[in-house]
Structures are given as C-alpha cells and as structure tokens.
C-alpha cells in the first residue's frame, strides 16, 4: 500500500443530476461503503434496496428552509475537513461525535440550465446552491484525504481506481479537486455574470470554459493549445458536431468561427448564402438562388485564396453544393445541417471536416466580444449595429439605383466581418474584390480591385463599402478608376465634402451610414 493511499470507507452522496448515481451507490456499497446522502438522493438509492443514513439522521436537525439548510452543519463539514493525521483533528472529532466522510459526490443545481431556458428572478435565484459549493470545495481542500466527484462522467474512474488500488491515489485525488475547483469557480462565474445582467462595466469579470479537446499545437507547432467551450450559448463550432474528417486544429477552429459568424448575417429565410475564409478574412462571398450557384459566385472572387479555405453556409447542405465543393480543397465545412446525399459526397473526402451546428448564431443578439492584452483582457460588446435604413443618407447628386442599394448593403454587411482597414467590391450579390488589414486604405482599395481584375470574368459597375470613412478623396477616386459606381461609407471625415465632391465628379452615388465597423 503506497502511503498517501486512502481507503473510502463513508461516502456522501447529493446530487442534482442523477446520471449514473445508482451505479455508483451500488459499487460503492458492494465495498462496503456507508452511504449518506441527502432527500431525493436517499429516497432513489433506497427504493432501490441499498442501506442510506439520511444527512438529518447525521446532524440531528431535519431539513429547513425549504432545502436551503441541510448539509451546513459540523458534523458534514467537520467529517470532510478533519485532517486524518492530525492527533487534535482526531481528538476533536471524537469528541464532538464527528465520523470522516472519506467520499464527497455533489453535483450543483443546475443554475446555468435554468439561465438558459429564461427563468424568472425567483426561480433562478432558488437555483443557486450554496451548501453544495461549500461541501466540494471542502473536499477539495483536504484533498489530502478526502476524494470529491462533481461530474458523473467520472464515476467509472472512481470504481475503477478501488478496484485497482483498493482505495484512492493521492495522484487520484488531486486531478479530482482541480476539477473540483474548476467546477464552482464556473458556477460562481455564472452567478457573477448573470447578476451583473446588462451592466456594461461591473467591478469584476470572470470568464471560464470546458474543455472541449486538447488541439496537436496553437498557431504554430511550438505553441500549446486547447479549445475550451464557455461564455454564452450560442450556435457555432463550439457547439457544432464533426461528422467526419481530421482532428480540427487552432487556426481551423478560429476560421470556421469568423466564416460562420459572417454566414449568420445572411439569415437563411433571406436565400441560400455561402461564405469562403481563408486566415479569418473571407475572400468570397455570395448568395445566389441556391446553396450552389451562392458558392460558385463565392469562389469565383478568388479561387486562389479558397484553395484550402473554410467554406460557411447559411442553411443545410444538399448534395448539388456538396458536389461544387468537394471539387477544391477546402479545410472545413460548417453548415446548420447536411442531407443524406451532402454526407455521402463529403465523405469521399476523408480529411475535409465537416461540422453541423445545428443553427445559426444570431449575428445582431446582444453579447460580449473579449480580447487579451498583457495583464487583463478587453471586454466589449459584439458588433451587433445594423444601420437604420430609414436613416441612411444619400449624400451625391446621384442616387444608388435599387440595383445598386442591393448590393451596397450586400457589401456592408462584408465589410463588417474584414480586417480592417476593409473595402469590398461587390456585383449581383458577390463579392469581386476584397482588400483586407491594410494600414492604408488606399492600399486596400487597390488591392481589392487586383484581386476584381484577377477574376475569370470581371463584372462591369461594381459597388464599393468600406468599413470606416474615406479620409482623403484618394481612397474613393482609386476605387472608381476600378470602376466602382457607388460606394456605401460611414462618413465623418474632416474632408467629407472633398470626398463627395469626388464622388460627384466621378458620377458615382453614395451613401452614409453613421456607423463604424472596425475590425482589428
């Protein structure tokens, strides 16, 4: 017997999740293990023929309060806490007529549940457990001695390790207090964070998260990594089922979230869509009257960027764009869902991953954006704004034609989701152009209408949206020798009426927003 080896010789079982308890009970008891648990719990574990001591049998005070009181007492905590090798530990416990609980299995109201099906106040509040944090985090304190389950998936490791080593590792019992730990300071995150409701800047943040896998490396081979799921409910890859292909790597899991994030804005009762990502920035976008034609208008932007890109969609996947697809190398495809004859043609493509999430995220739902700095972090509200098309302007002599209109806020919503500084160019609802991260916007309008000119067929008269204001005329005028005829801007420059006039002079109509949306 190694020497921090412990047997279990009581156990306390209260739970909300029932998953796999009687298992467990029944494995523990065939150990010989006492069995105390708590109300519900007794009452299973006692239908089903198993000798339980109810806590209030163990503290001499009956439950109270509605539930709210049963475990906080010295003869639940005290059997925790007491240090085994600890001679005035003992003595005390002795006196006090104080057993050692050697096994705590708790598992927590479920608060975040209740969070997410809307709840009211009231009952929420009623979800928030307070003896059972205290008793996993007593546990896990003196872990030295004590062992703490809070997740039933790990109930057959428990068994597992008694059956091997007769009692439990000090090893054993540490990896399960870090989990433990981990557990109520999520919990209690949720609490914080749904207490601080709307607050934009409340005095404290806390962010956690579940692991979802262990990722082969980060952006690089000699970084570490891992993907963890936390933060709000949302449908994305965090929640997305792989139905086939490789393990998803770090930059896999980042693109497929920003082509699907930008594949949300076009709702998919508005038509088929399909975006194409390549290093988080599309490089082709479109819709089109179906789920095919949408991507060969994406691809047909910059078929050399989507080579080895992420492919996005806004509805499920049939087989007819399953087949257009498949014909180029594309890392990922993430859609709501995929048919039969869509999973059959992917699935010759044995290393192409294919993720179904089930829904769309919604693109204009209130939330927050977080970003790392040295030290702390930022903290900001997603870029939800949609412009009010009853406010947009129409500051050239020259109106947009309803064409035009079409595909300027075709654009926009592009535009919204590239690095900045941003341009897209865009005709018939596709994009033809798209010049991202550029430190001069200039630079990106040219490198927009390069990539227009590199196309199998450039369109004549596209539109043109950048993300922010044209500061000089430059920007604007190199976008019409393009041959942009209308543009769709924030406007709020110093130099706007330089700009117009530029507009006005080159014959193109444009539009204000009054809205920024900067990307960095």
Not at 271 to 283: L, M, T
Not at 334 to 343: K, L, V, W, Y
Not at 397 to 420: C, G, I, N, Q, Y
Not at 457 to 485: C, Q
Request: charged share 20%; proline share 5%.
């Amino acid at each position: 017997m190694t020497q921090d080896l412990r047997p279990i010789r009581r156990a306390l079982l209260s739970v909300s999740d029932k998953a796999g308890l009687l298992e467990l009970a029944t494995g523990l008891a065939a150990r010989g293990v006492a069995l105390v648990s708590t109300g519900n719990s007794a009452g299973m574990l006692r239908e089903a023929g198993l000798d339980v001591t109810e806590v209030a049998e163990v503290t001499g005070s009956p439950e109270m309060l509605g539930g709210r009181v049963k475990t906080l007492h010295p003869r639940i905590h005290g059997g925790i806490l007491g240090k085994r090798g600890d001679a005035g530990h003992v003595a005390e416990m002795e006196a006090h007529g104080i057993a050692p609980i050697d096994l705590v299995v708790v598992n927590l109201y479920p608060f975040e549940a209740t969070v997410a099906r809307g709840a009211g106040f009231e009952e929420t509040v009623e979800q928030i457990d307070v003896g059972g944090p205290a008793m996993i985090r007593a546990a896990a304190k003196n872990h030295a001695d004590v062992a703490v389950l809070t997740d039933p998936a790990d109930y057959p490791a428990l068994l597992a390790e008694l059956e091997a080593q007769g009692g439990t590792t000090g090893a054993f019992r540490r990896g399960l207090a870090r989990k433990a730990f981990a557990r109520t300071a999520e919990y209690d995150a949720a609490i914080s964070g749904w207490m601080a409701g709307g607050e934009a800047a409340p005095g404290f943040r806390a962010l956690t998260g579940r692991l979802v896998q262990t990722l082969r490396y980060g952006e690089n081979p000699h970084q570490r990594a891992a993907f963890y799921r936390g933060g709000e409910a949302r449908a994305g890859v965090a929640t997305a089922m792989q139905v086939q292909g490789k393990e998803l790597s770090y930059n896999n899991i980042a693109d497929t979230d920003a082509a699907y994030e930008l594949a949300a804005e076009f709702p998919a009762g508005d038509g088929p869509a399909c975006v194409i990502v390549k290093h988080a920035n599309p490089c082709g976008v479109a819709t089109g009257a179906t789920l095919a034609e949408a991507y060969g208008k994406a691809l047909a932007c910059d078929p050399v960027s989507a080579f080895g890109g992420i492919v996005a969609l806004n509805r499920p996947l049939d087989a007819e764009a399953a087949e257009a697809i498949a014909k180029v190398f594309t890392e990922v495809v993430i859609a709501p869902d995929a048919d039969e004859g869509a999973r059959e043609v992917l699935a010759r493509k044995g290393n192409l991953r294919l993720l179904l999430a089930g829904g769309l995220p919604e693109a204009v739902a209130p939330g927050l954006m977080w970003k790392q700095v040295a030290g702390g972090f930022l903290v900001q509200d997603r870029d939800a704004g949609v412009p009010d098309m009853g406010k947009l302007r129409v500051v050239t002599r020259r109106a947009p034609t309803e064409e035009e209109m079409r595909d300027l806020l075709f654009a926009w919503r592009v535009a919204k989701h590239v690095k900045s500084n941003a341009i897209v160019l865009a005709k018939g609802g596709a994009t033809v152009g798209i010049g991202a991260g550029q430190m001069s916007r200039v630079d990106s309008v040219r490198i927009a209408a390069r990539k227009m000119g590199e196309m199998a067929a450039p369109p004549a008269g596209p539109v043109v949206a950048s993300d922010a204001f044209f500061p000089f005329a430059d920007g604007l005028l190199a976008a019409a020798e393009a041959g942009a005829v209308a543009a769709i801007q924030p406007g709020g420059s110093m130099r706007d009426a330089e700009v117009i006039a530029a507009a006005d002079a080159a014959g193109m109509a444009m539009v204000f927003t009054d809205m920024r949306h900067f990307r960095h």
